[in-house]
């Protein structure tokens, strides 16, 4: 056994044993001795192996494994750009509290600024957006077995804790296995298949709890984060009569911790000025909310208080009073009175906001992407996971879908890039045995269109993906350049129309395509089906700007007058 293959073995019983189930593997030259090794154990059932030939979508997939596995997954690539490509699947991670894996190839000391082959300095290649551990080259002799168990063991205890970790590992050829003599020490593991060294993370919530008054009249915002926290925190608010808003990626955890949370609360915000009844006289922030620019409004006309992660907690408009890591039933005392109006008043708003948005678009031409929404989420299975894409998908899904706590929502709102969204939700659908679905803006599904890049002898996921085919950048249209005056810009350099036949384009990937042209299209189209596919819906985004326009005034008008 040679050294490259002797280190690669072990590295990859290690993961076994510290319970990574999942890994992604791209091909290359200098990961051989790891990508053998991986074959060798998903052979023999020990773990289950993806194999992806673009790494920017292999890390993604990763990711969306991670986030629907509820373990870290990792993803092992070769040197040079390979390892480079894993970055944007690297930075949502880090901004997502997503633990994650790399494990990068990487060539041995030596050959570093020779002008040798794909070889950079990859040593902390993603900076700090990810913990970087370093594995020593290997050499044929004894010790060295305890010092790869444990820096693998390192590595995932750093991934339990929500980060991405870069695992360096650099290999001296020979690459493959060869015959050699017997490797100079055992190299096996601890004994019943137990991690070479197990570790805890330190408990501190008692030193974070909420240790201020929480006034009768406040108002609970849940934005994405830990399902422990919000479901928590939720149960605070069905206890003291608190509305709550909750972003679609925690609105399950809301539900099912009792919160009565509002169907168009985050409509309500950006239809115009809270009526007094309605006016809270604090904000309760759980998590990290980022998409309604309404309810960022509702910061700076009240006080803030967070409940979400020390020291990196979320406040862009520098408004919290206090921020503290954890809200439960054991807080309830800091709850100052009960106001039995309250709730009410904000169920009484959310049903006429409800009732004028389902009417106006009742009367437009189908299809718009608010009214897909709400279809969308009607039409689902009891159990289903739904990934929602950036930009105006999950904000038509924010602001007019009906919440449900038997549908989990995931999103990658970390950074909120459109890249890598069809992986993410290709990884949600490896992950579990569940119908699983994804709504998609055109440009989305185009930027990572490798996602549908399945081979053959690899397991493809069960996965409908909705496409809202709009030709171009939709949500600019809602944005300031959106507005007439730009009008002359805007097309070209924002809108940026492509012409892109979707139905070829999945053609070209085998992937089966339907054309959705009726809301009874749609819904057939969403019934639960094994295999990947795609079911495209166009629409004319230029009727965008207008129709939010008329949607946020038949609310004002209905609900806050």
Not at 312 to 317: A, F, N, S
Not at 492 to 500: K, L, W, Y
Request: charged share 20%.
């Amino acid at each position: 056994m040679n050294p490259s293959t002797a280190q690669a073995s072990v590295i990859v019983d290690e993961l076994i044993r510290n319970d990574v189930r999942h890994v992604v593997v791209c091909p290359g030259s200098r990961n051989a001795p790891l990508a053998i090794a991986l074959h060798d154990a998903a052979e023999a059932g020990r773990l289950t192996m993806h194999v992806r030939v673009d790494e920017r979508s292999a890390g993604f997939l990763a990711l969306g494994l991670s986030k629907a596995g509820g373990r870290p997954a990792a993803v092992a690539c070769t040197s040079g750009t390979a390892a480079a490509n894993l970055h944007p699947a690297v930075l949502e991670a880090h901004h997502a509290g997503i633990g994650l894996l790399m494990i990068t190839a990487d060539r041995p000391p030596e050959l570093h600024g020779t002008g040798a082959n794909q070889t950079i300095d990859q040593r902390g290649l993603f900076g700090p957006a990810a913990v970087s551990v370093e594995f020593p080259v290997a050499e044929k002799r004894t010790g060295q077995n305890q010092v790869w168990r444990g820096l693998v063991c390192r590595a995932v205890a750093q991934a339990e804790a929500g980060r991405p970790v870069q695992v360096n590992v650099p290999f001296r050829e020979p690459l493959v296995p060869t015959f050699e003599p017997r490797w100079p020490e055992p190299l096996e593991g601890r004994a019943g298949g137990a991690r070479w060294t197990t570790s805890a993370a330190p408990v501190t919530m008692a030193g974070s709890r909420v240790d201020f008054g929480l006034p009768a009249r406040t108002l609970v915002v849940f934005g994405s984060g830990r399902e422990d926290r919000a479901r928590a925190a939720a149960e605070v608010a069905a206890t003291a009569g608190w509305p709550a808003i909750a972003e679609p990626s925690s609105q399950a955890a809301a539900l099912a911790g009792g919160a009565s949370v509002l169907r168009c609360g985050a409509l309500l915000l950006s239809a115009g000025e809270l009526p007094e009844a309605l006016r809270p006289e604090a904000v309760v922030v759980v998590g990290r909310p980022t998409l309604s620019r309404g309810v960022r409004g509702l910061m700076d006309r009240a006080p803030v208080y967070g409940i979400g992660d020390h020291p990196q907690w979320t406040d862009p408009q520098y408004v919290a009073t206090h921020v503290r890591g954890w809200l439960d039933l054991d807080d309830m005392s800091q709850v100052t009175g009960h106001d039995p109006e309250w709730l009410p008043a904000w169920r009484q708003a959310d049903a006429s906001a409800v009732t004028a948005a389902e009417k106006l678009l009742g009367e437009q031409e189908w299809p718009t992407g608010l009214r897909l929404a709400i279809e969308l989420m009607d039409a689902l299975p009891s159990g289903a996971a739904l990934f929602l894409g950036s930009s105006n998908p999950i904000r038509d899904i924010d602001l007019v879908a009906e919440p449900r706590s038997d549908v989990t929502v995931y999103a990658n709102r970390g950074v909120a890039g459109i890249d890598g969204n069809v992986s993410t939700a290709a990884g949600v659908a490896l992950a579990g045995d569940r119908p699983t679905y994804a709504l998609l803006g055109d440009l989305t599904l185009l930027h990572d269109l490798n996602g549908l890049l399945v081979g053959p002898p690899e397991r493809r996921p069960d996965m409908t993906i909705v496409v809202h085919n709009d030709d171009g950048g939709g949500i600019f249209t809602l944005l300031e350049q959106g507005a007439a005056e730009y009008k002359h810009t805007f097309e070209r350099v924002f809108g940026t129309p492509h012409g892109a036949d979707i139905e070829s384009l999945c053609r070209g990937y085998r992937v089966d395509h339907v054309h959705a042209t009726t809301s009874d299209d749609l819904r057939n189209a969403l019934k639960p089906a094994r295999g990947l596919r795609v079911v495209e819906i166009r629409s004319d985004r230029r009727l965008l700007r207008d129709l939010h326009a008329r949607l946020r005034a038949a609310v004002s008008d209905a609900a806050l007058r």
